[in-house]
């Protein structure tokens, strides 16, 4: 059969997909001119300000609205929070407010931080023009390896990663932002990241009902707007070792629509990700593997060959009789309610100046917020807090190492043989120096790799920093032969900048005090050095358990 122009615009409303720059490229007007494209997502590639960002969004809609679409574009982003936050500012550029991630949050105890950080976040998403955000996480982070998802779970207790992620769903709904709760079926038991093998979890449906899937049932029960599907293998569900989540039907109709009942819209995640991208026929094979299994919206975000190979796939599956127009048809409305509640009409897509005066004092209450949120995450996980002294006081932070292809930026990154990031100074292990230094006359910041020297003076103070030394466990080695070399008595802290597994291992028992921060932006090792140097009490809770290892 031959495809009408009608058929390949509803076709276009079936894909998001993203583009490189900060204006609109040609590569995006062709998305959105040719093949209808009816969804973008922005990347931290896409944002310097937020004046550009809604310049950006501006001309996007323009463009869909040139072309003929029926509905404004949904405009998604990768604004989980914390490590994943795509729209906030950078030490580069100044963007979105910087709120805490989901294990950050979780730490305050108190879920409306946790609802009344993402409405805040909305409403700035909104006052730019995006509508769509890629958050709540509602993976519950069963194993302390897992590469993926860590800090960006609100812990290993189902009913708490419940609670929290209801939180942040109803937060962004609250701002006028489309929430996505994902991985689902569950992303949290596993020690492979799906950015760069296919992940297997090996358990029970009875397991899964108790663990993985209880967060996503409480967010269907509490009306989310759409999910996002998983590229993991749950052989339980899927009856096989090869299919992901993402591209199984048993998965997304079978479970989800069907016995789970959920309503909104079913979106993948990208699918150029090495989980779905290395297996037969890759992304375009894969974008026609996820519409048959009842997916509404199939998520490309790089490479425009891999864009264009899935629309000219799903045309070709159309033909064949391999997907049908009307089941493609009754999913876009689906995708069309959507639009209708969050991206609204044309003249609100475009009526829509940017008010720069509003958006700074709306910033400034933010940050406010951010501040005292941040203020209430950091733990101190064992020991007590020292009093430091006047003398000099040594803070060391690891080497940048890629742990997480979720959070490290690959792109256009300079690594040495060993995978460590040439700039060895972290810019954010450098403004936690800095926080430190506005505390204490006399700072030196040392970076550490496994072969450290320890034969130095470490003055009269030291602050340890880790990150998934749990995983990286030559961090141990290294503070084991500083406390060695240290002089006796020696006040010292140990900070984990991001999970804080390490923290709870036997190697670090005899450390004066044990502090956790969740992540290592700038703004929540800021609120570390406050609770170090005692200025506000360490409040925070872990939401992992402790298990002595």
Known sequence: MDLSDEDKREIGQHFVFGFHGYEVGEDAKELINKYHVGNIILMKRNVQSVKQVHALVQSLQQCARDAGHRHPLMIGIDQENGLVSAFSSTAKYQAGTQFPGAMAIAATGDPEYARNCSAASAREMKAVGINWSYSPVGDVNSDPQNPVIGVRSFGDDPKEVARFAKAVSDGF?????????????????????????????????????????????????????????????????????????????????????????????????????????????????????????????????????????????????????????????????????????????????????????????????????????????????????????????????????????????????????????????????????????????????LVYAADFDCRRDFGEGLIFVTRNADRSAWQLDVLERVATQALSGVPTVVLASCAPYELFSRRVLSVQACMASFEYTSEALEAAASVIFNEVPPVGESPVSIRRQ
């Open 173 to 445: 709904t609250q701002g006028g932002v489309a929430p996505s709760a994902k991985h689902f079926p569950g992303h949290g038991d596993t020690n492979v990241d799906s950015h760069l093998g296919l992940p297997v979890i090996n358990q029970s449906r009875a397991e899964l009902d108790q663990t993985e899937l209880k967060p996503f049932k409480e967010l269907i029960d509490a009306g989310v707007a759409s999910i996002m599907t998983g590229h993991m293998v749950i052989q339980a569900l899927t009856g096989d070792s090869v299919t992901p989540a993402s591209l199984s039907r048993a998965v997304t109709t079978t479970l989800l629509r069907e016995e789970l009942q959920f309503e909104g819209v079913v979106v993948t995640d990208c699918l150029e990700m090495n989980a779905v991208k290395e297996r037969q026929g890759g992304v375009p094979r894969g974008a026609v593997e996820a519409l048959a299994a009842g997916t509404d919206v199939v998520m490309v975000c790089h490479t425009m060959a891999f864009h264009k190979g899935s629309m000219e796939a799903t045309y070709e599956a159309v033909q064949k009789g391999e997907l049908h127009m009307d089941e493609l048809r009754k999913s876009g409305e689906r995708i069309a309610a959507l639009k209708r509640k969050f991206a609204g009409t044309w003249d609100d897509v475009l009526g829509n100046p940017f008010d720069e005066k509003a958006m700074n004092a709306l910033q400034a209450t933010n940050k406010k917020l951010s501040e005292e949120a941040y203020a209430k995450s950091t733990a101190l996980i064992s020991g007590s807090l020292p009093v430091f002294s006047s003398g000099k006081i040594v803070v060391m932070t690891p080497v940048v190492e890629s742990l997480n292809a979720a959070v490290d930026d690959a792109e256009g990154v300079q690594r040495t043989e060993k995978g460590h990031v040439r700039n060895t100074a972290a810019p954010y292990y450098i403004s936690f120096a800095e926080s430190v230094g506005r505390r204490a006359a006399d700072v030196e910041h």
